[in-house]
């Protein structure tokens, strides 16, 4: 299947600090990607829909200011959360759609973040 | 009432089980379904991908779709220890949005 790269896996920062999570499609070029949640024992929780040049489209009660989502290129979403707080600790997981809206979607590994 | 409901498990079985999987879900504009297999810590890795009703074997694998029943079935044959994980189903329709279930914690004991 096609690759989506994650990175960093594992990040610890200072509460008050930016922390920035990349996520890439490596063999494959994709128009939209997805930012998850992911508490522990629980489902994915959809955050954000990223699009590549074009603002990205938020779930409901997602703070955009809080989770700035950017996709610069087709191969590439960042998402930065800024001024951290220890309740953004979570597993934060990016997926790739492979074409179209039918296209299947493969995921990251996903960043594990910890905010002390 | 959730769109996708999954029962959460947990679920043991001895190794060489078959082990069945399934979702319910409500909204019958699903077009497109999935069952991932997502490992501790790590992101959920496409094992099926299916569109609207049959069966679809690979390896060990089945997926099963009643799109009449609004339910779907993994199956997995002669299950091994490196099986166990949490099984995630997820539906799509035409319009490209995504929605999980919660998730099945399966373990298979040696």
């Known amino acids: 299947g096609a690759v989506v790269s994650q990175h960093p896996s594992w990040v610890i920062c200072k509460s008050g600090t930016s922390v920035k999570i990349e996520c890439r499609s490596l063999d494959f070029q994709a128009t939209t990607m997805f930012w998850y949640r992911q508490f522990p024992k629980q489902s994915l929780m959809l955050m954000a829909t990223?699009?590549?040049?074009?603002?990205?489209?938020?779930e409901q009660g997602v703070e955009k200011d809080k989770f700035l989502i950017n996709h610069a290129s087709l191969t590439l979403s960042t998402l930065t959360v800024t001024s951290a707080h220890p309740e953004d600790s979570s597993f934060y997981i990016c997926?790739?759609?492979?074409?179209?809206?039918?296209?299947?979607?493969?995921f990251g590994e996903g960043s594990r973040l910890t905010v002390l | 009432q959730k769109e996708v409901e999954q029962d959460p498990g947990p679920l043991s079985v001895p190794e060489g089980a078959i082990v069945s999987l399934n979702c319910t879900y409500s909204n019958s504009a699903f077009q497109y379904f999935m069952w991932y297999r997502q490992y501790s810590r790590k992101g959920p890795e496409l094992l099926m991908y299916t569109y609207s009703s049959g069966n679809k074997e690979d390896g060990r694998f089945t997926a099963q779709v009643d799109k009449s029943s609004k339910y779907i079935s993994l199956f997995i044959r002669d299950s091994q220890p490196s099986d166990s994980a949490t099984y995630l189903c997820a539906m799509r329709t035409n319009a490209g949005k995504s929605t999980f279930g919660d998730g099945t914690t399966l373990t298979v004991k040696p």
């Open positions: 997926s790739a759609r492979l074409g179209g809206n039918t296209g299947e979607l493969f």
């Open positions: 990223s699009n590549e040049g074009s603002k990205a489209t938020y």
